[in-house]
């Protein structure tokens, strides 16, 4: 039944060896008289499909207010969470674990945790009666509803030292969501308190693709090696503060700082000490 109710599904039997094989095929509503309960279906009807910028004050932008009187009977006794997509596993909304949902709200609108690192995210959909994710623990939910999908806009994924800074290089893997014209990271040299060296100018590098006309294929990872120029002095702190760009962003992404695959205030390095 749809509408005002709530949905059930009735579970009949059909014996083959009473009316035959072929009449249970036919499935025809009077060869299974034998009823064995019912199922509730429990869902959204209403799928999403949301895109955001990264500048945006909230996501989804405008508002989204369910309508559907089984979607409000949904919303009522379920909750709706977000997830990296491929977080847990090639099914979207399987086997989440509590640590990796981040909850969202149905009522009265659509409102999903922002701000969120650009990517791809799943929606997903869960009946308090047959399980949730807890907040704060460590716990895995075997299976949600997929109720849509959230890309929020970005070049860049992430940004991380790779391995370790050795004494006179910054190793970087910058992971590119989709394709760009190319990377570029530059670190600037910080004094002990913390504070930006005015007179020292930035060390930079770049990737780019071969040919200049071509973009860098994304979703890929790159390593990029940032070089000192000149051989450090012993009062030298060998702390920087690095930040990475793709060339093409938009939105905040594109703005100084680049917040949206940086942490905030960069990423502080620190590099090795220098052998007596």
């Given at each position: ?80 969470f977000v997830t990296r997509t491929g977080r847990s596993g090639p099914t979207p ?48 939910v075997p299976a949600m509803q997929i109720v849509g999908a959230l890309l929020v ?79 450090r002095s012993q009062g030298d702190s060998g702390l920087y503060n690095v930040s ?33």
């Amino acid at each position: 039944e749809t509408g005002d109710k709530e949905r059930m599904a009735a579970l009949c039997y059909c014996s083959a060896a009473v009316v035959g094989s072929s009449s249970c095929a036919k499935k025809d509503a009077g060869m299974f008289p034998f009823s064995f309960g019912y199922v509730r279906v429990a869902g959204l009807e209403t799928s999403f499909d949301l895109q955001c910028l990264p500048s945006a004050g909230r996501c989804p932008e405008a508002p989204v207010v369910l309508s559907a009187v089984n979607d409000l009977k949904a919303a009522s006794g379920g909750r709706l969470f977000v997830t990296r997509t491929g977080r847990s596993g090639p099914t979207p909304c399987i086997d989440v674990s509590s640590t990796e949902a981040l909850p969202a709200e149905l009522m009265p609108e659509l409102r999903l945790p922002w701000p969120l690192a650009p990517g791809q995210y799943d929606l997903c959909y869960c009946d308090e009666d047959v399980g949730c994710p807890t907040p704060g623990e460590d716990s895995v939910v075997p299976a949600m509803q997929i109720v849509g999908a959230l890309l929020v806009h970005g070049l860049l994924y992430n940004v991380s030292v790779d391995g370790q800074a050795g004494i006179a290089s910054i190793p970087l893997e910058v992971e590119l969501l989709r394709a760009a014209q190319g990377i570029t990271c530059c670190a600037h040299v910080m004094a002990a308190g913390g504070s930006a060296e005015a007179d020292e100018p930035p060390i930079c590098g770049e990737v780019r693709a071969a040919d200049a006309s071509d973009l860098l294929p994304g979703p890929s990872v790159y390593v990029l090696h940032l070089v000192l120029p000149e051989t450090r002095s012993q009062g030298d702190s060998g702390l920087y503060n690095v930040s990475c760009s793709a060339q093409g962003e938009e939105g905040a992404c594109a703005a100084p700082g680049m917040p949206c695959a940086m942490p905030p205030g960069g990423l502080l390095v620190q590099l090795a000490r220098p052998p007596d």
